[in-house]
């Protein structure tokens, strides 16, 4: 069983930044890439970012620029440092990941933390 704990949501105003952590843990063999979603009221939940193991790295179009994921050191936490926040960034944020566990293949996601910004 895998386990993601995310931290970082809050309150901030236009402008402003926030940084959102996710942390795994559990019976985690190898990760095959980890991810930021975020879904508003009354709308799907969409991609924001998302990094493989290699490194690579993808953004939806309104966050290029703002954004930016990182996995330091390849290890088992995933950080959205975001930037220049706009009120359409108001969602809750949800960390996903994808790996592979002692039971086999997994995918697993967080709690979700509350991103509001606002003046």
């Known amino acids: 069983q895998v386990q993601l704990v995310e931290s970082g949501g809050g309150l901030v105003q236009p402008g402003g930044s926030l940084r959102l952590s996710c942390a795994a843990s559990?019976?985690?063999?190898?990760?095959?890439?980890m991810g930021w979603y975020r879904q508003a009221p009354g709308k799907q939940r969409e991609l924001v970012a998302r990094?493989?193991?290699?490194?690579?790295?993808n953004y939806a179009d309104s966050v290029k620029g703002r954004f930016t994921i990182s996995r330091p050191n390849a290890k088992n936490t995933v950080y959205l440092q975001m930037n220049s926040l706009k009120p359409e960034d108001t969602a809750v944020y949800y960390c996903?990941?994808?790996?592979?566990?002692?039971?086999?293949?997994?995918?697993?996601w967080g709690q979700g933390t509350q991103v509001t910004v606002s003046s």
């Open positions: 990094i493989t193991s290699g490194g690579s790295t």
């Open positions: 996903n990941i994808r790996g592979v566990g002692v039971r086999g293949d997994f995918g697993s």
């Open positions: 559990g019976s985690i063999i190898s990760i095959n890439g």
